[in-house]
């Protein structure tokens, strides 16, 4: 997993990104992104940062309670049962919101505060 650290450096700040981006990859944009997303601002201004998990992380064993209480996307090239895996650990290390597509379907998740 690559990208995370800066996202613990942030929260630690008190800082929140806009979103965080997962991404299951290992294509160039993701090994990029993960590297310098806290160093290039997004054209909109706002910060959104990037964690991508590599093809030797284990989805159910990742620290990812950097998570909690953001809003997140995910993404794998992995095949669709290792993203619902990963959707699944996103959503269980307490994210706010959690979309992807895999499969051709959409999935979303809502942490609901009131349960």
Same mark, same amino acid.
Request: proline share 4%; hydrophobic share 45%.
């Given at each position: 997993m690559k990208g995370h650290e800066h996202l613990i450096q942030l929260r630690r700040e008190g800082r929140v990104p806009h979103s965080v981006w997962i991404t299951d990859s290992d294509d160039h944009y993701s090994r990029e992104t #993960?590297?310098?997303?806290? +160093?290039?601002?997004?054209?909109?201004?706002?910060?959104? #940062?990037? +964690?991508? +998990?590599? #093809?030797?992380d284990t989805p159910e064993e990742l620290d990812l309670l950097c998570l909690r209480g953001l809003e997140c996307h995910v993404a794998s090239d992995r095949g669709d049962a290792r993203f619902l895996r990963l959707f699944q650990a996103v959503c269980d290390a307490g994210a706010k919101v959690v979309a992807g597509v895999s499969a051709g379907e959409v999935h979303v998740f809502k942490f609901n505060e009131a349960a």
């Open positions: #993960a590297s310098e997303w806290d +160093i290039r601002p997004s054209t909109s201004g706002k910060l959104f #940062a990037h +964690i991508r +998990i590599e #093809a030797m």
